[in-house]
C-alpha cells in the first residue's frame, strides 16, 4: 500500500464496512481487519485481516505499519435486545474492553497520524433520561456518570482510557459518541439489530392491516443518524484538531410508534402495533448538536425519512429472498 494509509478495525461490521468504501472513494489505501469480513456485500479493503482484536498477538499484526488514520470500531454490541437484557454483559463488557487495550498497547512503538475511536450515546446518565420529550445530552452532561447498561460503561472507560493516553503519550486522539446509526447492510434479523432495521424488517413481512410487536408502550423517543451522515461526521472529526469527545448524531427525535408509522407509510401499508413486554432501555435520547456545530461548523442535514427510504428498500429485498 502507498500514498494515504487507512487501518479499520471493525471493518466486517455496518460502519466500518461503509467507512473503508468512503476512504477508498477518497484515495485511502485500507487495511480492514474483524473476526469476519461483511456480512451483505465484498469488502473494499485493500486487505482484510480476519481474526480476534482480543488476541495480542492478532492485533500486533494489524497494526503492524505507518498509518495516517486508524479507527476503531470493533466492539461487542448491538440493539436493545441484545444490551439491556443483562445476560450478555460480562462479554460486552470484557470483550470491548480487551480490544481497546489492546489497541493502545499496540500503538506504542507505531507511527500513526491520528487514532479515532467509536463511543456511544449509551454513556449518557439515565437520569438525564427519564424525560421522552426532553433529554438532556450535551457533551458536558456524562458526569456524573450513570449509564443505563454495561455497554455504556465500558464505552465511558474506554474514553477515559483513549484521552488518558493522549495526555499521556501526546496521542491525536478523537472520539465521537455515535447516536443509533443506521441504513442499508445493517443487522436486520437474529437479536442484535436496532429499532429502524427491526421495525422495517417487521413491515416487510407482514401484509397490509397486519399486527407488529412493539417493545414497551412505544412511547419511548429515539434519534437516528443515517449511515452517510455518520461518516461524513467521522471523517470530518478524525480531521479536525477536536480532541474532546462529540456526539455525533441527528436531533429528529420520534417515538418508536411513529418511527413504526412512518416506515409503514414508505412501505404503503396500514399496520396495527401490539405493545409487549420487553427491554428498553433510557425513555428518551437525542443528539445534542450544540458542540459539534461551534467546533466542526458542521451537523448532520439528511431528514429521517431520507434514510428510512433506503433502508426499507434494502431489507424489503432481504426479506423477499428469504421467501424465494
Known sequence: ????????????????????????SESFAVRGADLKTPEF??????????????????????????????????ADMGGAGYIFTGANDADIMSNSALINLNVLQCSKAQPFGRVFYASSACIYPAYNQVNPDDPKTAEATAYPAEPDSEYGWEKLFSERLYLAHARNRGMKVRIARYHNIFGPEGTWQGGREKAPAALCRKVAEISDGGTIEIWGDGEQTRSFLYIEECLEGTVRLMRSDVGEPVNVGSTEMVSINELAMRIAAIAGKSIKIRHIPGPLGVRGRTSDNDLIRQRLGWTPLAPLHTGLEQTYRWILTQVSALRA
Open 1 to 24: 500500500m502507498s500514498g494515504r494509509r487507512a487501518l479499520v478495525m471493525g471493518a466486517g461490521g455496518f460502519v466500518g464496512s461503509h467507512l473503508v468504501r468512503r476512504l477508498k
Open 41 to 74: 456485500s465484498p469488502t473494499a479493503a485493500d486487505e482484510f485481516l480476519v481474526g480476534d482484536l482480543q488476541n495480542i498477538d492478532f492485533m500486533r499484526q494489524v497494526m503492524d505499519g505507518a498509518f495516517d488514520e486508524v479507527y476503531q470500531l470493533a
